[in-house]
Every structure is written in C-alpha cells, then in structure tokens.
C-alpha cells in the first residue's frame, strides 16, 4: 500500500478506547470507534447507554478521563469544541439548543461563527445551499427560533450545524420529539447529504431508521460497543432485531 491509500483509508475519526466519567459515574468505557471520509456511521442504543456522553466527549463539549479522539489524524482529545468545529467536527446536539429569543437568521449566523460569520462569500454561499435544502427556513427567517414548531427548529439546528462548514457532522438524536413524517423527512435529508459526499455521524434511538440509511453501524450497551458492522448486518442481527427493532428471534 502506498502512502496515498494509506491517507485515504485512514478514519476521518478515531476514537480510541474512551473513558467518560460524571463524578464517580462511568458513563462511556472504553469505546472504540471509526468514521471514514464519506461514511454514513450509525450508533444505535437503548436510553441511558451512553451515546450521547460518547459523541460529546468526542466533539469536546466533555473531557474524556481516558482515552483519545483522534480528527483528520491530529489527537484532537484535548481540544474544546469551538476549536474542533474550526477543524471541521461539528455537532447538532440532542434536545437542539438553539437560541430561542434570537431568529432562525441570527441562529444560522451563529453557526458561522467560528469561520467569522457571514463576512466571506463562502458563508454566504453556504448560507443559500442550507435555505435551499430547508426551504422552510428561508420563510421564517424573521422569526423566533422558539416559536418554530419541533421539526423546523430541528431543521433550523441541523442547517446550523452546517453553516459550521463541516468535514464531519455529528447528529445527537434526530429523531427526539418528532412526528414519524417529519423523521422521515430529515432521515432523507441527511441521506442525501451524505451521497454529496459529507462525513456523518448519527447517533438514533430509531434503530431501523438509523439503520436503513447509514453503511456501518456500532451497536451500544451499558457504556461500551457490543457490536458493529454494517448496517445491513447489524439489522438482520437477531438480537439487534428484538433488542432494537421490535422482531422476535426465530425459534427455528
């Protein structure tokens, strides 16, 4: 192998045996997981199994207590995250955390933050794709981020977590609160983001959805991977099926 496939077969992420403790709780032990440029990576798991504390330890919003997270192959473990969205990791929180009080424009501004806002062609450039694929948003620019309903203000935060102009984009529980329809919609978006070619992250509850529309998947429990692989064999896994899927193990 040469040093060119070499660079390109390594993980966009790599995260190496993480540890994450809230005081005396361990919430996430020693997990390893890999993203690959152009990935779709799911991470599916009950409540409570510590996928959240994982992605927020990678993405800088938690120390991890051991462990490291390596981004575009620099040992990012130490970095806070507005200096991993500037290197590209950017993360669309669970529960969304948008600026209620501010409107969907100032919101999406913020989210070019870290790349000085909407000052250069690029931002505005991407400023217009996001309106573009979220047309809804462009209808409400003026308005209340809080007085969306909760599948624009999910839209509202996945379109600023792109405005972060991201290399890779991490997606905390998409799904939380929303209708069926509106799920289904925003899984079809991140699909096609994804066939454009953007690195994601998606860590779901909804299994299946997750699931149908990611490559690789990590399967996690009690804080640590008990399985993964891809994501068409992880759902015909009879255990996945009925831990996660809601279908009984054959008896035969």
Known sequence: MNVTDSATDAPLLDIRNLELRYGAAVAVRDISLSVKRGQLVAVIGNNGAGKSSMV?????????????????GEDTTSLP??????????????????????????NLILGAYAHGGLKGARARETLE????????????L???????????????????????EPEL?????????????????????????????????????????????????????????????????IARDPEVMEAFLGKKKSSA
């Open 142 to 164: 003026a308005q209340q981020a809080g007085s969306m309903s909760g599948g624009e203000q999910q839209m509202l935060a996945i379109a600023r977590g792109l405005m972060g």
């Open 129 to 140: 794709k996001v309106l573009t694929l979220f047309p809804r948003l462009r209808e409400r």
């Open 56 to 72: 927020r330890g990678a993405s800088g919003l938690v120390r991890p207590s051991k462990g490291r997270v390596f981004f575009r």
């Open 169 to 233: 984009l991490i997606i905390d529980e998409l799904s939380l609160g929303l209708a069926p329809k509106i799920v289904d919609q925003l899984m079809a978006v991140l699909a096609e983001l994804n066939r454009q070619g953007l690195s994601i992250l998606l860590v779901e509850q909804l299994a299946a959805h997750a699931l149908a529309i990611a490559d690789h998947a990590y399967v996690i429990a009690n804080g640590h991977v008990v399985r993964h692989g891809p994501s068409a064999e």
């Open 81 to 106: 995250a507005n200096r991993k969205v500037r290197r590209g990791l950017v993360m669309v929180p669970e529960g969304r955390l948008l600026f209620p009080d501010q409107s969907v424009e100032d």
